[in-house]
């Protein structure tokens, strides 16, 4: 079945500094999620990637799809505190299910 | 902003009672879904709901679950003879299409087996 990783799956990181997760899937993909989730919350979706080598902004967030259709980016630029949480990729291949990455863990040391 | 509303928002279940968790998807969605969460782990899929009928589901979804809609505005999942590896969070989440919109997450309910 398709596999989405995401590396890596701690970082921590001092506040201003920036963030980088990587999502690799094992499938070319239809779109690429990501969702954000606090400590204790739900997933809360962030952004939606489709086409082949886009990129999206977001304030201080970029995401990138690569142009295989195969990897993501999220990068936070001077990461706030309120900037902590776990990112998921979220992976289609174009059916209902999404697969959901590993998920990257950040920390945001004041 | 529309939400998706799960109760109980924590169960706690003696292994091998039944357990029935229920969402209130946003009411003009079309798309149902339950994903589950172990603690510290990542989002699993479990099944995708579309016009009163499973479209999807994942090797976690056994004879041991099933999903219902009963009324129009409840989706349910039902848990039979729950095992301690259930302890999980469960999240029901709902989207207006297939692809290209928002997936809303609820709260979630948080399963304890004992």
């Known amino acids: ?110 | 902003e529309p939400e998706v509303t799960q109760t109980p928002s924590h169960q706690v279940t003696q292994m091998g009672q039944e357990v029935i968790l229920r969402c209130v998807p946003i009411s003009n969605h079309l798309y149902f879904y339950w994903y589950r969460q172990i603690l510290g782990q990542k989002v699993e899929f479990l099944v995708s709901f579309y016009n009163n009928e499973i479209s999807e589901k994942s090797e976690i979804f056994d004879d041991q679950f099933s999903v219902e809609r009963p009324d129009g505005s409840n989706f349910t999942l039902k848990i039979r003879s729950t095992k301690l590896e259930d302890s999980a969070m469960y999240f029901c989440a709902s989207q207006t299409q297939r692809s290209g919109n928002t997936i809303y997450f609820g709260e979630g309910s948080w399963l304890t087996v004992v």
Not at chain 1, 21 to 38: D, G, H, P, V
Not at chain 1, 46 to 60: F, N, T
Not at chain 1, 82 to 89: A, I, L, P, Q, S
């Open chain 1, 1 to 110: 079945g398709q596999q989405v990783m995401q590396i890596p799956q701690y970082q921590h990181v001092q506040e201003g500094e920036d963030f980088t997760t990587y999502c690799n899937s094992s499938t070319t993909l239809s779109n690429i999620q990501w969702y954000k989730q606090r400590p204790g919350g739900h997933p809360v979706f962030l952004i939606q990637l489709v086409k082949s080598g886009e990129v999206k902004k977001q304030k201080r967030l970029t995401f990138q799809f690569g142009e295989a259709k195969k990897n993501s980016s999220l990068h936070i630029t001077a990461t706030q505190t309120t900037d902590v949480g776990t990112y998921f990729c979220a992976a289609s291949g174009g059916y209902q299910k999404v697969t959901f990455g590993t998920g990257t863990k950040l920390q945001v040391i004041p």
